[in-house]
């Protein structure tokens, strides 16, 4: 098993900056795929990011690209989401997901709990 616990939401002024982070325990992190999903109330849950564990290729949701920056410490089994110039409408629940194995980058394994991100306007 592999629990995920994400930090770092609260609430923004549209403009303005946060980092979540999300960190890892339960089986080798830096074997396991890392992404970023959202969810806004009354809409289904969206890929927002992945990062690869191997040479940490980078995907994003066009919606996010150029804005949001995924990375990740395998030293400190943390993944992280810098998201700039947030929108009211990046207002979500963010959930970190990990995937062992190949896939989409949409595969999911484990999820997170999640982490309310809120952009006033």
């Known amino acids: 098993q592999v629990q995920l616990v994400e930090s770092g939401g609260g609430l923004v002024q549209a403009g303005g900056s946060l980092r979540l982070s999300c960190a890892a325990s339960g089986r080798t992190f830096s074997n396991a795929a890392m992404k970023w999903f959202r969810q806004a109330p009354g809409k289904e849950r969206e890929f927002v990011a992945h990062?690869?564990?191997?040479?940490?290729?980078?995907n994003y949701a066009d919606s996010v690209k150029g804005r949001f920056t995924i990375s990740r410490d395998d030293s400190k089994n943390t993944v992280y989401l810098q998201m700039n110039s947030l929108k009211p409408e990046d207002t979500a629940v963010y959930y970190c997901?990990?995937?062992?194995?190949?896939?989409?980058?949409?595969?999911?394994?484990?999820w997170g709990q999640g982490t309310q991100v809120t952009v006033s306007s």
């Open positions: 997901a990990a995937r062992y194995g190949d896939g989409r980058v949409t595969d999911v394994d484990y």
């Open positions: 990062i690869s564990w191997v040479r940490g290729i980078t």
